[in-house]
């Protein structure tokens, strides 16, 4: 059999740019056939829409809670949801994070003041994963001359994301093969309609990803097959 999983996914709880919930895109992606995602919420540095004014306890418990709550769903649902972040380090550049859980954020609550090199270098620490998302994204709000972090921190690169246009997949698999790093695909899904539409992609495996070693350790063997459906 074949199992299919999304790594780049946004719910409206904590993703300012996101307008369905996260048990609504559950239900959505265990209709259009996945497996299982990874919810990927913009982090604090980025397009979050968690109040600066709560407590550093407050702000990471809105990002776990929520995929605790939409967890309990999944579980009904027989679909596998993973809790991952994506984190902005300047000029629209993001990083997302696998492996990690509310007792990482909680133990490190100078993540979002460190370089995000080192934030890669903890997570490695911690047993997850790093890869950069869309790494050749075109948009207006994005500099011509921005500066990319030292990607050798990286585990791994985006190498297809639905929302990407132009040649920018094929620059990060290029990227991807040149520095060695393993890759990742996400669909980048903001709402249902996208999910509905069937403007999808995601890495197929020959088995479940059930936890979150099992998922990191695929990830690290490079071992998913890409999927890339678009209507």
């Known amino acids: ?25 559950v239900r959505a992606y ?13 982090f604090l540095r980025g397009c979050t829409c968690v109040p600066s004014d709560l407590s550093w306890e407050e702000k990471v418990h809105r990002y776990w809670d929520c995929y605790v709550d939409a967890k309990a769903v999944a579980d009904e649902l027989d679909l596998d949801l993973h809790f991952g972040i994506e984190e902005n380090y300047g000029q629209a550049q993001e990083v997302l ?32 994963f790093s890869s950069h998302a869309h790494p050749f994204r075109e948009r207006d709000y994005i500099p011509k001359d921005y500066k990319r972090m030292d990607i050798t ?27 060695g790093l393993k890759f990742t695909v996400g669909s980048d899904t903001h709402n249902v309609g996208t999910v509905e539409a069937g ?33």
């Open 1 to 25: 059999m074949e199992y299919l999983y999304d790594f780049h996914v946004h719910s409206c709880e904590c993703s300012a740019c996101a307008w369905s919930s996260l048990p609504d895109m």
């Open 30 to 42: 265990k209709k259009a056939g996945y497996s299982g995602l990874v919810i990927t919420n913009h």
């Open 97 to 128: 994070f696998y492996g990690i859980d509310i007792d990482f954020m909680l133990s490190n609550p100078d993540m979002c003041e460190i370089p995000i090199e080192e934030l890669c270098e903890r997570v490695r620490a911690y047993g997850g």
């Open 153 to 179: 921190a990286l585990d791994g690169i985006e190498i297809v994301n639905t929302a990407n246009g132009g040649d920018a997949d094929q620059k990060a698999m290029e990227l991807m093969k040149s520095s």
């Open 199 to 231: 403007i999808l992609c995601g890495l197929i495996f020959d088995h479940r990803l059930r936890t979150t070693e099992e998922l990191i350790a695929a990830l690290r063997s490079g071992e998913g097959k890409v999927y890339k459906k678009q209507k």
